[in-house]
């Protein structure tokens, strides 16, 4: 069956059960430092206070692995929301029991409870189903918004599904749905993949799904040295995952039988270790890198090459910085390559956390069609994976 999205229900008066993604970042005071999350969920609950709906929010954050550890409570979230939604959010630290239920009998229309971090229950990540049935207890409507925590079996994204009446996507989710599918199913004939980050063996699922659609890799970060020790060249000490090399020469030839062009830097910079002090050096085309030293970002002519072959593009995906651009000589790469995607007139979609971070960091995050919110989740999708969450919303 067909999946349903928000507009396509009435929640009127509905007791309204929605599953958000406040996994936010805290500091060791509990201090929220980045709420991109909470904001990212605002549009629906705006959507179902204005509509009249009686609101139960739930997240997990962190990862307290079935025990109450009071550093990953909800509380800071509590606050942080009624701010921004500039309404009281009922919070009373539980998750299910005689409480809880019956501040959900006695919700009025547009009125919130936030339950407590849902894994802070051992059933929340078992796919319990007795946690489920508490949780789907007197709700009228689940709603799906946390894409975040979509590639996960967990008792309130997917079991909870089986036990609601009516199960929709929120609108966060159906944005991250319409976009990721885009970037996998029908793309434009002029699609362009960048590909980067720490390591190879995460992004191979990604790279094997996307040569079926895409007519360009580009190729940079650490994920870029096991490829080219795959076509023998010299790496220095570059991160080369050893046991991916095989499967990197198979790639390669992938790409050459359906005519992808998948590019590998040309120039580096190097360095001896990961550190800011470090003198660094750029090898040029075609110059070898030398056996105490590792490529740490992409050098100018590959920026240059790679500018090029975005020029044309009508979709851009872009997973994984091009260098170690948490240190500011090595990252460059990353720097250009995001200005060059913001500055594109394609239709341009980032995931992973760190690619996000650095097109934040870069300044263009507004240049960006999509930023999407999932880590894991953004790369098992772009991988061809069905992801629990999302899969279940189109059975029930
Ligand atoms: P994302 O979170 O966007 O999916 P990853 O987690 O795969 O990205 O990779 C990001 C990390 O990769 C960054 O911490 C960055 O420092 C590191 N990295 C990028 N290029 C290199 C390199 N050449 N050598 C070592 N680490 C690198
Ligand atoms: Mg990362």
Redesign the pocket.
């Known amino acids: 069956m067909k999946r349903k999205s928000l507009n396509d229900i009435t929640v009127k008066g509905k007791r309204v059960f929605l599953r958000v993604d406040f996994n936010v970042p805290l500091d060791d005071q509990q201090e929220i430092t980045d709420d991109t999350r909470i904001k990212a969920s605002l549009p629906t609950l705006r959507h179902l206070m204005g509509e009249g709906a009686k609101i139960v929010c739930a997240s997990h954050l962190g990862r307290p692995k079935g025990e109450e550890i009071p550093e990953l409570s909800l509380k800071p979230v509590v606050e942080r929301l009624s701010e921004l939604l500039d309404q009281e959010v009922i919070f009373t630290g539980e998750i299910t029991g005689p409480g809880i239920d019956s501040l959900k009998s006695q919700l009025k229309e547009g009125q919130i409870i936030l339950l407590e971090n849902l894994r802070f229950h051992p059933g929340e990540t078992k796919n319990d189903p007795q946690l489920a049935r508490e949780l789907a207890k007197d709700i009228d409507i689940y709603i799906n918004d946390a894409f975040g925590a979509c590639h996960r079996a967990h008792a309130s994204i997917q079991k909870i599904t089986e036990l609601v009446p009516v199960a929709a996507a929120g609108y966060l989710l159906q944005k991250e749905i319409d976009f990721l599918g885009m970037a996998t199913e029908n793309p434009p004939q002029n699609y362009c993949v960048i590909l ?4 190879v063996s ?2 191979i699922p990604v790279i094997t799904n996307l040569l079926d659609k895409a007519q360009k890799i580009l190729i ?6 096991t490829f080219l020790k795959a076509k023998n060249e010299n790496v220095g000490s ?2 080369v995952e050893t046991d991916f090399i095989a499967t990197c020469n198979d790639i390669l030839k992938k790409a050459e039988e359906k005519q992808v062009k998948l590019l590998l830097p040309i120039d580096h910079v190097a360095a001896i270790k ?1 550190e800011p002090e470090v003198t660094i050096r750029m090898i040029k085309k075609g110059k070898e890198i030398p056996g105490n030293m ?4 992409i050098g100018f002519d590959t920026i240059d090459l790679y500018k090029k072959e975005l020029a044309d593009a009508e979709l851009i995906v872009w ?9 500011e000589n ?1 990252a460059a790469g ?1 720097e250009e390559i995001a200005k060059a995607v913001a500055e594109s007139s394609a239709t341009t979609i980032v ?8 097109v934040h960091k870069a300044g263009v995050a507004e240049k960006i069609t999509h930023i999407s919110t999932g ?1 894991g989740a953004s ?1 098992e999708f772009l991988a061809g994976e069905k992801l629990p969450g999302i899969e279940s919303l189109s059975e029930s």
């Open positions: 980067g980050g720490a390591k995460d992004k940079g970060g650490a994920m870029a040295y570059s991160r990961i590792m490529g740490l970002d997973n994984g910085p091009m260098g170690v651009f948490e240190i090595f990353t995931g992973g956390g760190d690619s996000v971070a650095a880590g790369l």
